[in-house]
């Protein structure tokens, strides 16, 4: 069994920031790479940035400049550092993380944590 699980969600006024984590846990070899996505009402789910195992990024052009996604190896955790919010940032964030473990290798999804900037 593997559980990603989030925290860091909440209400913040535009300009803001808020720090995002996502731990996985369970029986796992390895977790390769480890990303954010966010999904805004009546929208479809977006990439938001992800990293590979060893510390390579890549973020949506929207997000560059302003959130900033880091990895601890040690905890099998991700985090996204998401600054100068705007109310259209708010969505549900998942993480997302290819998880090898016995028997499979495949990604998985966290169960989403809310993001809401007020103006």
């Known amino acids: 069994q593997v559980q990603l699980v989030e925290s860091g969600g909440g209400l913040v006024q535009a300009g803001g920031s808020l720090r995002l984590s996502c731990a996985a846990s369970g029986s796992i070899f390895s977790v390769n790479d480890m990303g954010w996505y966010r999904q805004a009402p009546g929208k479809q789910r977006e990439l938001v940035a992800f990293?590979?195992?060893?510390?390579?990024?890549n973020y949506a052009d929207s997000m560059k400049g302003r959130f900033t996604i880091s990895r601890d190896n040690a905890k099998n955790t991700v985090y996204l550092q998401m600054n100068s919010l705007k109310p259209e940032d708010t969505a549900v964030y998942y993480c997302n993380a290819h998880i090898a473990r016995p028997g499979s290798v495949r990604w998985y999804w966290g169960q989403g944590t809310q993001v809401t900037v007020s103006s």
């Open positions: 990293i590979t195992h060893g510390g390579t990024t």
